[in-house]
C-alpha cells in the first residue's frame, strides 16, 4: 500500500477536490501548506497553526540538518513531535536552498558550504533521503536540480537528466514504509521537456508528485502552459504538489488545472513587511491613510485578527516597531489563504469554481 493515496471526491472541469490518506492521518485536497523553515512559521507557533486549520506545515531538510541536525530532531520522535505540531509534516530536500547557494553541482550530487558557520558538506539523493528519514516528516521530497528562469536550454535539459537519476537513486534509497516519497518533475517552461521529466518521473514511480522549477523568474502565462503539460503524465490517483507557489491568481490557475497542494513563503513574508492579502488586493497596512482606520483588515475576512483589531492599532504597532505587528498580519495572511482554499473546495464541490476563478482574477490576475 502506498503512504499518500489521493481520494478525489468531486471535480468541476479539470479542478479536484478531494482527501489524501498518509499513513498518519489525512487532509484536504485543495491545500496551502504554510512554511515552517527551521521548524516554525516565522512569529507562530503549532497552536497557532493549530487555530488557524492548517493540515500540513513545511520544514526544511537543509536548514534542520545543519541546525539542530536531524539526528537531534530524530530523539525527539520527528520533526511533528518536536514542534509539538499534531498535524502532517513534509520536508522538502533543500534542492532550492542548495542551488540558490549556486554550489558545486555534479552528477552524484552537490557540495555546498553551510550559511550558518561556513562549513563544507556533501549532499547526494541518498543523504536527503536519510536526513529526512531521521526528521520523519510524513512526506519527503527527492532531491532534484532546479534551475533559475530564464536559463538556456541546456541548462533546463541537464537539470531534467539529472532529476531523473536523482529520483531513482532516492526510490532505491527510501527504507521508511510510514514516510511517503514524492518524486519531483522539473523542465522550465519547455513544454516537451516538462512532459518528459512528468513521464519519467511516473516511469520510477512515488507516492505524489511535485512540480518544481516554476515560480523562479518567469511570468505566470509561461508558468501555466508548462504546468498543464507536466500534469497531463501525472496519475489520477496520487497528489500533485505544485512547489513554492502561492500567490491568489496562481493558486485558483493551478487548482483549475488539477493541482492538489501548495506551499509558499510568501503569506508570511509579506506579513512581516506590513502588507495583508484581501478580498480586494494586496493592503499595505503600514500606509498613513491607515492611522484613524477603524475598519478591519478585511470586512469578509472571519480571521481571529480581523474580527478583533483595526488598521488604525496594526499601523501603529509597525510605526513604533513593536514585533507583534509582524506576527498579526502573518497570522491573517495565513488565515485568508486557508480560507481562499476552502472556498475553492467548495465551489469543486458544487460545480461553480469557475466563478470563484473569475472572481480571483478580476481581483489578483
Not at 541546525?67 to 522538502?92: H, Q
Not at 503569506?267 to 475598519?295: F, N, P
Request: aromatic residues 6%.
Amino acid at each position: 500500500m502506498h503512504p499518500v493515496r489521493l481520494e478525489t471526491l468531486a471535480t468541476d472541469g479539470a479542478a479536484r477536490t478531494g482527501v489524501g490518506h498518509t499513513a498518519n492521518g489525512t487532509y484536504r485536497t485543495p491545500c496551502f501548506m504554510p512554511v515552517g523553515t527551521r521548524g516554525a512559521i516565522k512569529y507562530l507557533s503549532a497552536a497557532d497553526y493549530e487555530r488557524l486549520g492548517a493540515e500540513i506545515v513545511l520544514g526544511n531538510t537543509y536548514h534542520l540538518m545543519l541546525r539542530p541536525g536531524a539526528e537531534r530532531v530524530a530523539r525527539f520522535g520527528g520533526l511533528g513531535k518536536w514542534a509539538s505540531w499534531g498535524g502532517l509534516t513534509l520536508t522538502d530536500s533543500g534542492g532550492f536552498q542548495v542551488f540558490s547557494l549556486e554550489p558545486k553541482v555534479d552528477d552524484d550530487g552537490v557540495t555546498f558550504r553551510s550559511t550558518y558557520d561556513g562549513s563544507k558538506h556533501r549532499f547526494t539523493p541518498e543523504v536527503a533521503v536519510r536526513t529526512q528519514e531521521l526528521l520523519g516528516a510524513d512526506i519527503q521530497m527527492v532531491l532534484d536540480v532546479c534551475p533559475p528562469l530564464p536559463s538556456p536550454e541546456h541548462v533546463v535539459r541537464v537539470a531534467v537528466e539529472r532529476t531523473a537519476a536523482w529520483a531513482a537513486r532516492a526510490k532505491a534509497a527510501h527504507q521508511r514504509e510510514d514516510q511517503a516519497l514524492f518524486g519531483i518533475v522539473q523542465g522550465g517552461v519547455d513544454e516537451g521537456m516538462r512532459a518528459e521529466s512528468a513521464q519519467r518521473t511516473v516511469e520510477i514511480g512515488f507516492d505524489g508528485y511535485g512540480i518544481g522549477g516554476l515560480s523562479v523568474g518567469e511570468t505566470r502565462a509561461e508558468m501555466l502552459p508548462a504546468l498543464a503539460a507536466a500534469i497531463q503524465h501525472l496519475p489520477a490517483d496520487r497528489p500533485r504538489y505544485l512547489m513554492g507557489v502561492g500567490d491568489p491568481a496562481s493558486l485558483v490557475e493551478a487548482v483549475g488545472l488539477g493541482v492538489d497542494q501548495f506551499d509558499c513563503v510568501m503569506q508570511t513574508r509579506l506579513g512581516r513587511h506590513g502588507t495583508a492579502l484581501t478580498s480586494e488586493g494586496k493592503l499595505h497596512v503600514k500606509a498613513a491613510r491607515y492611522a484613524d482606520d477603524d475598519g478591519p483588515i478585511d470586512a469578509t475576512c472571519g480571521c481571529e485578527v480581523c474580527t478583533r483589531h483595526t488598521r488604525g492599532y496594526l499601523r501603529h504597532l509597525f510605526q513604533v516597531g513593536e514585533p507583534t505587528a509582524l506576527r498579526l498580519v502573518s497570522l491573517h495572511n495565513i488565515a485568508w489563504t486557508l480560507d481562499l482554499m476552502a472556498r475553492m473546495r467548495a465551489a469543486i464541490a458544487d460545480g461553480s469554481f469557475d466563478v470563484l476563478r473569475r472572481e480571483v482574477l478580476n481581483v489578483w490576475g
